[in-house]
């Protein structure tokens, strides 16, 4: 049994569909990288999961119960790190912690325990009885990361846990959460494409409220416009020769041309270098070989650049 369903899920706001017919499962043990552009529906999502909002229709259950009906219970098995992490800034990080633990009715040993695994998975030792309106938004955000876990959830929710970080402190984050993610199952949202390809072995898409991609980074970045780009660099053939043979092998869909420079003569061959693109799920590199050694074609390089995670993204939620 999957540890989070949704099954054709909708919540709408004041007649528009902010989440139109969703459905996905996640199992224990995977960390989901959660994405789509501002106004996509990630947020609305995660609050139908954490049981601060209902579905209109459809069904949420976290491990086979429920939201609409057992939300304190589905609260319980899940940690929540919001996008704004609100702090009570005048207290101390050990106040803030132990509030936490109580606002959430663990025994006192339990508390205690769980105060000590959250402040040792996020490395708060030396901040501990440190005021938490003296620390800096990288310790900010390892605070509201030890509130998440502090009750050693089964499902730990994060929503743009980087932002506003400097660089050093985002390698940090990551680092964290990279470690979280071998005792809980995690979904992170956010907009930094390196922490999800970092971070995350699953990824979902969702555009206008609806799903639109869902599987590991291979799979993903192989459902973009082109599955696979090629850069080509040829001696012995002028730019126009060159494109107009490989569009017509079958394992190519475009070519372009990056620089030529020409022989001697306005007609002469010389060297150009350009970028093949391949059609989805295969790989031309093979054909484009054969063709260059068949037509005398001098091949200085012939190597794969995939598509970027940004790339695809983009394509997917723009059409560009």
Wanted: with cysteine; glycine share 10%.
């Amino acid at each position: 049994m999957s540890l989070v369903n949704l099954n054709q899920a909708v919540r709408t706001f004041g007649g528009v569909r902010a989440v139109d017919d969703v459905s996905f499962a996640i199992d224990r043990g995977e960390v989901v990288g959660f994405l789509g552009p501002n106004g996509a529906g990630k947020t609305t999502t995660m609050r139908l999961i954490t049981a601060n909002l209902e579905a209109d229709s459809g069904s949420v259950e976290v491990n086979g119960v429920p939201v609409g009906e057992n939300s304190l219970d589905v609260k319980r098995k899940i940690g929540y790190l919001p996008e704004s992490n609100p702090l009570y800034t005048d207290m101390l990080v050990s106040e803030y912690l132990e509030y936490i633990g109580q606002l959430r009715d663990l025994p006192t040993a339990e508390r205690r325990a769980g105060i000590d695994y959250a402040v040792g998975q996020t490395a708060l030792e030396e901040m501990f009885y440190r005021p938490i309106g003296e620390l800096s938004k990288g310790y900010r955000q390892r605070v509201g990361l030890a509130q998440a876990i502090l009750s050693q959830p089964d499902i730990l929710i994060l929503d743009e846990p980087t932002e506003g970080l400097d660089p050093n402190q985002r390698v940090e984050i990551r680092r964290l959460i990279t470690e979280l993610g071998q005792e809980h199952t995690v979904i992170l949202s956010t907009h930094v494409m390196q922490e999800v390809q970092a971070t995350c072995n699953r990824i979902i898409i969702i555009n206008r409220g609806r799903i639109i991609a869902d599987g590991t980074a291979d799979v993903v970045l192989a459902g973009g416009e082109h599955g696979a780009r090629i850069s080509l660099e040829l001696d012995g053939v002028r730019a126009d020769s060159a494109t107009g043979v490989l569009e017509g092998l079958k394992a190519v869909s475009a070519v372009e041309v990056e620089s030529e420079i020409r022989g001697d003569g306005e007609d002469s061959a010389g060297r150009v270098r350009l970028t093949v693109f391949g059609v989805r799920g295969e790989d031309p590199r093979a054909q484009i070989f054969k063709t260059a050694a068949e037509r005398g074609w001098t091949l200085w390089d012939l190597h794969l650049e995939r598509e970027s995670l940004e790339d695809v993204f983009r394509e997917m939620t723009t059409g560009r």
